[in-house]
């Protein structure tokens, strides 16, 4: 299977397009010259550069690409505009089925009754419509929107249900990194409880199986001074709000996160950060690995600089 973003133009159902077979062997500049001649060298040199140019449905940029007989060429002359990419959701990494964005810190994952235009999913489907309106995103899961780091988007519903179906063996690997209040004494643990949500939108944390769902949450000391702890966070349950909820309940909420106990917000923000996402990918059976790093500004409070 070819990547969503390499189809041919044909595909993308694009009117402005040329098309032709190959007949002899041939590179691919010499070919568009010889087929196209009414185009000048310097423009068909420049849509090779802007990734218009396809043989049998694969983005081609190089002009002495080898041709073979049977090849079906394609030229999108409509100019991709690469200026639409919204780089505020900062992409890093995209195929058929699946796209990941490094989220910013304030911006939502998908509409609310108070926010229905400016977020990840709006901006992420307005983005792939440039591509080919029939194009659409689904949402796999959610960060909070004061979180910032690792999201996930289906390419189809299909891949979506897939995904969800068989969360717990598809996702290897969810790792947040998140500033917290005080020092934290114990430099490792798992903090477990049964996780149940007001009318009011709170989480509340309970001894209680029968008060709700099961949430499961390891941590690790990275850095620490007497003021703050740096922890990484491991999520064995994606429970909504979880690592805010659990770093309350150890008495060192998140830094900034005002709705669970904190009462300081020295980044101005909230201090967590979805750092590693690690899955096998529903179609291909191969294991993906994305890490972000930890935010600078998270660093910072434990390395200042001089």
Known sequence: MKDNKNRSPSQKKKKNLSSYTIEK???????????????????????????????D????????????????????????????HPRELNIIYIDQDLIIINKPAGLLTIATDKEKRRTAYSMLSNYVKTEDPENKIFIIHRIDRETSGLLM?????????????????TISQRTYVGVVEGAVTQPEGTITSWLTESKAFIVYS???????????THYKMVEGNSNFSLLQ????????????????????PIVGDKKYGSSCNPLGRMGLHAQVLAFTHPRTG?????????PKQFLNKFHPKK
Not at 153 to 169: G, L, M, P, V
Not at 206 to 216: D, E, H, I, R, T
């Open 206 to 216: 309970s001894q209680n199986p029968q008060l709700g769902k099961k949430a499961v």
């Open 57 to 84: 449905g694969e983005t081609v940029t190089q002009f002495d690409h080898a041709l073979l007989p049977g090849q079906q060429v394609e030229v999108l002359w409509d100019r991709i505009i690469q200026e639409k």
């Open 286 to 294: 191969e294991a993906h690995r994305f890490d972000t790093g930890i």
């Open 233 to 252: 966070i491991n999520l064995e349950t994606g429970r909504k709000h979880q690592i805010r909820v659990h770093m309350q309940d150890i008495k060192h």
């Open 153 to 169: 988007f289906a390419r189809s519903e299909h891949i979506k249900r897939e995904i969800q179906e068989t969360w717990n063996t």
């Open 25 to 55: 062997k041939d590179t691919l500049l010499a070919s568009l010259l010889t087929n196209i001649p009414h185009k000048k060298r310097k423009i068909l040199k420049a849509v090779l550069k802007d990734r218009q140019v396809s043989v």
